[in-house]
């Protein structure tokens, strides 16, 4: 079974949610929908749930066309970021309200509630009602709902996102293996890099109501088709520098001269560019013999425990770096930041790929 999405679009009041889109996705895979807020996520899932009707396109399920079918007639789970759960039933009867709905018999309505209970870790829970449970028990309750439903389609639209630091690592880790073997396709949407890597499958970047790239998460992260996709797929941001290549020389926007000695420059046309690297790959101290080098006025540190971000301007570009340790920093001070070519992403300057780093290329 498969989901294809051929050329769907959205129009709301004149405004475009989602331009014309082509996707296709798979029984047993998880698939990320990743992007910021008002990127479009939710009118994708939206689409593909029945919940809305495209101004243009179609969707097809299984090879039948179910674009005007009702949401209730195409077997679709839904899970939201604000959890929602029938407040008079106990967590037992939340759990088994869509099989009773199917009408299944007693006994499968019962070994799938205890099973999905089990799973969720709310077996001690399930005479009480869901205002009695913390907020990550209730949000577990809706996605053991969403377990025994059996939905050939399940959308999770950011359903972690209310959750405390340590029960989110947990259900991260624990979610792609609870719904590996229903067969099912997952779509699951976030706003962070990070959660996207964690969950594995496949991972479609969107950026103002376009999907900027569709692959398997890895090569998505590694091998970003244009820095729209790399921007999305950087937490913080990727940063981005105009340069010249002229033979071996590299001649940066700055005015920095350097030489072209290995990773993505090697063998690169001579032509004007920009480059693209990871927070986490500028340093602040020479690593690499050929790393460059460049110059910026330090305007705000954020220590988050073992990291520090430190945020620049370079010639009136804004930088986000990820260090490790916490660094004692004067603001406004000049500060000597170096980047190993290795690091260094090519883009041409119309933002499509030229080449990858190097060391995401070799991995």
């Not at 990127?39 to 399920?61: E, I, Y």
């Not at 001649?251 to 004007?272: E, H, M, Q």
């Not at 340093?283 to 220590?303: C, H, M, N, Q, R």
Request: aromatic residues 8%.
């Amino acid at each position: 079974m498969s989901l294809v999405l051929e050329g769907v679009s959205k129009v709301v009041n004149g405004q475009t949610h989602i331009y014309p889109t082509d996707l296709e996705l798979q029984s047993g895979t998880m698939n990320v929908l990743l992007g910021p807020t008002s990127s479009g996520k939710t009118s994708l899932m939206r689409l593909m749930a029945g919940l809305d009707v495209p101004n243009t396109g179609k969707v097809f399920w299984g090879g039948k066309d179910v674009t005007g079918l009702r949401v209730q007639d195409r077997g679709v789970a839904m899970v939201y970021q604000q959890f929602i759960n029938y407040p008079s039933m106990t967590v037992y009867e939340n759990i088994a309200s869509p099989m009773r709905l199917l009408k299944q018999s007693a006994e499968q309505i019962d070994a799938a509630v205890k099973n999905a209970a089990e799973l969720m870790k709310l077996t001690p829970f399930l005479d009480r009602k869901p205002l009695e449970l913390s907020g990550g028990q209730q949000q577990r309750c809706a996605l053991a709902r969403a377990l025994v439903k059996g939905a050939g389609l399940v959308l999770l639209d950011e359903p972690l996102a209310n959750l405390d630091y340590k029960l989110r690592e947990e259900l991260r880790a624990e979610i792609p293996k609870i719904f590996e073997e229903a067969g099912s396709i997952f779509v699951y949407a976030t706003t962070e890099p990070e959660e996207a890597l964690l969950l594995g499958g496949n991972t479609a970047t969107i950026w103002e109501g376009r999907i900027t790239q569709f692959d398997k998460t890895p090569i998505v992260y590694r091998q970003p088709v244009n820095a729209t996709t790399a921007r999305v797929f950087s937490d913080p941001p990727m940063n981005f520098l105009e340069f010249e290549k002229s033979g071996d020389q590299l001649r940066f926007g700055d005015g920095k001269i350097g030489a072209a000695t290995s990773g993505a420059f090697v063998g690169l046309a001579d032509g004007s560019y920009v480059a693209g690297f990871r927070p986490n790959h500028l340093k602040l101290e020479k690593e690499a013999p050929d790393a460059l080098e460049f110059t910026g006025d330090l305007s705000v540190t954020e220590i988050t425990g073992s990291e520090t971000f430190i945020h620049l301007k370079h010639h009136g570009e804004n930088w986000v770096g990820l260090v490790h340790g916490v660094k004692a920093l004067q603001t406004g001070a000049e500060l000597n930041v170096y980047l190993d070519q290795a690091h260094v992403y090519i883009f041409a300057q119309d933002g499509t790929s030229v080449a990858p780093a190097s060391y995401a290329a070799a991995a």
